[in-house]
C-alpha cells in the first residue's frame, strides 16, 4: 500500500530537485532570450547582448523620437 506525502515533503522534494540543477531556471530562460549563447570554453566570460535585441531597442527609441518630436513640440 502507498503511503500518503505531505505538500511539504513534495516541496522539499522538488527544492532540491531545482537547487541540484542550476541550468534551470525562469531566470536562466530570460537570460538565454536576451544574451548570445555561453561560449564553451570561457563560461564565466561576460555575454552581450543579441544584435536583434540592440537592433529592436534602436528602432524603438527611434520611435520614440519621432513621437515626441511630432507631439510635444
Same mark, same amino acid.
Given at each position: 500500500?502507498? @503511503? %500518503?506525502?505531505? #505538500? *511539504? *515533503?513534495?516541496?522539499?522534494?522538488? *527544492? %532540491? &530537485? &531545482? @537547487?541540484? #540543477?542550476? %541550468?534551470? /531556471?525562469? /531566470? ?7 544574451? *548570445?549563447?555561453?561560449?564553451? +570554453?570561457?563560461?564565466?566570460?561576460? #555575454? ?12 524603438? $527609441?527611434?520611435? $520614440? /523620437?519621432?513621437?515626441? &518630436? +511630432?507631439?510635444?513640440?
Amino acid at each position: 500500500m502507498a @503511503r %500518503d506525502v505531505t #505538500r *511539504e *515533503e513534495v516541496q522539499a522534494w522538488l *527544492e %532540491d &530537485y &531545482y @537547487r541540484s #540543477r542550476p %541550468d534551470l /531556471g525562469f /531566470g536562466k530562460a530570460i537570460l538565454a532570450m536576451i544574451l *548570445e549563447p555561453a561560449k564553451l +570554453f570561457e563560461p564565466q566570460k561576460s #555575454r552581450p547582448p543579441k544584435k536583434s535585441l540592440v537592433l529592436l531597442a534602436i528602432w524603438l $527609441l527611434g520611435m $520614440l /523620437g519621432v513621437f515626441v &518630436y +511630432f507631439n510635444l513640440w
